[in-house]
């Protein structure tokens, strides 16, 4: 039973680039969401999609966008990097049934900018 | 928006005792608190989860409660191992709204 799975895992680019990160959420599972965590701190909110539609956008700028395809998987592009932009990049799978429900992780992708 | 805040940021237990983790809230609307472990270079790893119809919930040597008038909710964490060793984050969710993490806690199980 594959668990939430993320695309590259490790990336290393420089200033001004543009990169694009992968997840395939859980078997069944039709919500994900996107977190960035930068070291020692607690996972951001980025953006959630539900069957192809932006549910959720978080304190992000317009650097930052992201899409999901019809069999659930999704995308997060980021433009532009900068420096700060990097961290470690999870994606989170849910059933999207609505109301409040567990969120389960993705192994990440660590983003480096250089 | 939800704001949650969470204490101490470090612990430090011998192997044997009892950690306690506590986070607040400011949102009165969230009604899902889940904590979740991250050892080092891995994801976070969902370890028990209360709703806010809830007061507490039990998992072997791990507990969570919750307090809604007060609106904050701690875990506890019994028996403590050396694989106990990790960061933990608390979270909340309200319906209609996005998960907020803490900041969270680093705790250390000193054998």
């Known amino acids: 039973d594959a668990g939430v799975t993320q695309s590259p895992t490790h990336l290393i680019k420089t200033r001004g680039q543009h990169v694009t990160l992968r997840c395939s959420p859980i078997?069944?599972?039709?919500?994900v969401s996107w977190y960035q965590q930068v070291l020692g701190q607690g996972p951001q909110f980025i953006f959630q999609y539900y069957e192809k539609e932006e549910r959720g956008r978080g304190n992000f700028p317009d650097r930052f966008s992201a899409r999901q395809f019809p069999n659930y998987s999704s995308e997060l592009n980021v433009n532009a990097l900068l420096l700060g932009d990097s961290a470690l990049y999870l994606c989170a799978s849910s059933l999207g049934l609505g109301g409040p429900e567990t969120q389960y992780f993705g192994p990440g992708t660590r983003l480096l900018v250089l | 928006g939800e704001n949650v805040e969470q204490h101490p940021s470090t612990l430090s237990v011998q192997e044997g005792d009892s950690a306690v983790i506590k986070c607040t809230y400011s949102?009165?609307?969230?009604?899902?608190f889940p904590w979740y472990k991250q050892e080092l270079g891995k994801r976070p790893q969902l370890i028990i989860d209360?709703?806010?119809?809830?007061g507490e919930k039990k998992d072997q040597r791990i507990a969570v409660t919750l307090n809604k008038t007060a609106k904050h909710f701690s875990l506890h964490i019994t028996e403590t191992q050396p694989e106990d060793s990790a960061v933990y984050f608390c979270a909340a969710l309200s319906y209609g709204q996005n998960f907020v993490f803490g900041p969270g806690t680093r705790l250390s199980v000193l054998p």
């Open positions: 209360i709703r806010s119809n809830v």
């Open positions: 949102d009165s609307a969230s009604n899902y």
């Open positions: 078997s069944g599972h039709k919500s």
